[in-house]
Nanobody, 125 residues
Framework: QVQLAESGGGLVETGGRRTLSCAASGPTDSRKCMGWFRQAPGKEREEVII????????WYADPIKGRFTISQNNAKNTMDLQMNSLKPEDTAIYYC??????????????????WGQGTQVTVSS
């Protein structure tokens, strides 16, 4: 069973930066496709970025392009989301998710099978 655990959330000022980490364990084939999602207060959960292990970024949400990047930290076995130039509208609970499947099936809009518990990011104005 895949298990995901996010960390790194907290309070940050507008224009600041924050790095979130997603520690993943379990069968590798079941977590080839990874994603970061977020849910702001009163809003539906939305995709942030979709990433295929060994294949790179598959999709970015327009609001975060140029500000957020994703990378694999092999030393820590985590998938890290580096968030720069943060805005108050980035305030949300950020979730890490995973699914298996091929590179072509790893894309925006697909259903993810495994989810972390989320980590809160609050950007003060």
């Amino acid at each position: 069973q895949v298990q995901l655990a996010e960390s790194g959330g907290g309070l940050v000022e507008t224009g600041g930066r924050r790095t979130l980490s997603c520690a993943a364990s379990g069968p590798t084939d079941s977590r080839k496709c990874m994603g970061w999602f977020r849910q702001a207060p009163g809003k539906e959960r939305e995709e942030v970025i979709i990433f295929y292990i060994g294949g790179g970024v598959k999709w970015y949400a327009d609001p975060i392009k140029g500000r957020f990047t994703i990378s694999q930290n092999n030393a820590k076995n985590t998938m890290d989301l580096q968030m720069n130039s943060l805005k108050p509208e980035d305030t949300a609970i950020y979730y890490c998710a995973a699914r298996g499947g091929s590179w072509s099936s790893c894309r925006s809009g697909v259903e993810f099978d495994f989810w972390g518990q989320g980590t809160q990011v609050t950007v003060s104005s």
